[in-house]
């Protein structure tokens, strides 16, 4: 994390987007894993993708209800710096992964969040928390009211964002990132590099 809000541009899947994510200032760019997607992209070609990326921006793999072994695999083959667990990990998985050396982040839909006691978030003991609509890629975005002052860890805030409802949502939530994909997409797992970079330049403006 920097001192300036965390911007994540995920679901990537080109070179020329993953060129453009990068240009603009994300933070961090997102390659999906997860099988069920319009953004899945192998490990072949993700590790083609993240020799792109330059050294201090986080290559993100997004993996869900994946074999923990698995995932470090394939994470160590690619190159990747993060791993963001999606689905129904263990807290037992997400200690593999960070005894493995890779930045944890446990996202969750922000209802479920809400749901659970201190405790039950306290064991996951991962780095990051991402809060996310009911489905994941569905464009839906979270409720404000739901989350307003209700989260007490560096969190980021991901679903339905646009950039031209990022700066809104931020204000009213003041989460420490944000994380788009079907955001800054022209259709459906197809992303849009002039998107990418109002979305950008819409998070940096705020103060």
């Not at 209800?65 to 690619?78: F, H, L, P, T």
Request: proline share 4%.
């Amino acid at each position: 994390m920097t001192d300036q809000r965390w911007i994540k541009i995920c679901g990537l899947s080109t070179p020329e987007t993953v060129d453009a994510a990068v240009d603009a200032g994300a933070d961090a760019v997102g390659f999906v894993f997860a099988a069920g997607s319009p953004r899945t992209v192998t490990a072949d070609l993700a590790k083609e993708l993240v020799e792109r990326v330059p050294e201090g921006i986080d290559a993100v793999g997004v993996f869900r209800d994946q074999q923990i072994d698995e995932v470090v695999g394939i994470a160590s083959e690619v190159g990747l710096t993060t791993l963001q667990l999606h689905g129904r990990e263990s807290v037992s998985d997400f200690a593999r992964a960070r005894d493995a050396g890779f930045f944890t982040i446990r996202a969750v839909a922000a209802a479920d969040y809400l749901r659970e006691t201190a405790e039950q978030r306290a064991a996951f003991d991962h780095d990051l928390l991402l809060l996310d609509a009911a489905v994941p890629g569905s464009g839906t975005l979270v409720d404000p009211a739901t989350l307003a002052g209700r989260v007490d860890e560096a969190w980021i805030l991901a679903g339905g964002l646009t950039p031209a409802n990022v700066v809104a949502a931020v204000q009213a939530l003041d989460p420490d990132g944000v994380d788009v994909s079907s955001g800054v997409e022209s259709a459906r797992g197809v992303k849009d590099a002039a998107k990418i970079r109002s979305f950008v330049e819409a998070v940096r403006s705020i103060p």
